[in-house]
Nanobody
Framework: QVQLVESGGGLVQAGGSLKLSCAAS????????MGWYRQAPGKERELVAT???????NYAESVKGRFTISRDNAKNSVFLQMNSLKPEDTAVYYC????????????????WGQGTLVTISS
């Protein structure tokens, strides 16, 4: 099994910054993509940013230029630096990781964290 634990959410004023962290643990052989998604009240979960093991990134248009995703492959961790935050960034942010479990035979996993709440006040 693979577990993801997020941290770093909280309440900040518009224009402020927050950094989210997520660490994966368990019987992990390798992690391919890691990413952040968010779900605002009354809305569907949406992609925020993803990053591959090689460092290729993808961002939602709404966060480009404000958010930066990064990862530490050695620690199976992914981070999201969020700057110039807006009230519309308010949501529960979820970490996601996709990879392969160290098992015989190996099998893929697609794991989610429990979510961390980010609230931006105007």
């Amino acid at each position: 099994q693979v577990q993801l634990v997020e941290s770093g959410g909280g309440l900040v004023q518009a224009g402020g910054s927050l950094k989210l962290s997520c660490a994966a643990s368990g019987s992990i052989y390798s992690i391919n993509a890691m990413g952040w998604y968010r779900q605002a009240p009354g809305k569907e979960r949406e992609l925020v940013a993803t990053i591959t093991s090689g460092g290729s990134t993808n961002y939602a248009e709404s966060v480009k230029g404000r958010f930066t995703i990064s990862r530490d492959n050695a620690k199976n961790s992914v981070f999201l630096q969020m700057n110039s935050l807006k009230p519309e960034d308010t949501a529960v942010y979820y970490c996601n990781a996709q990879g392969i479990i160290a098992a015989v035979p190996p099998k893929r996993f697609d794991a989610w964290g429990q979510g961390t709440l980010v609230t931006i006040s105007s």
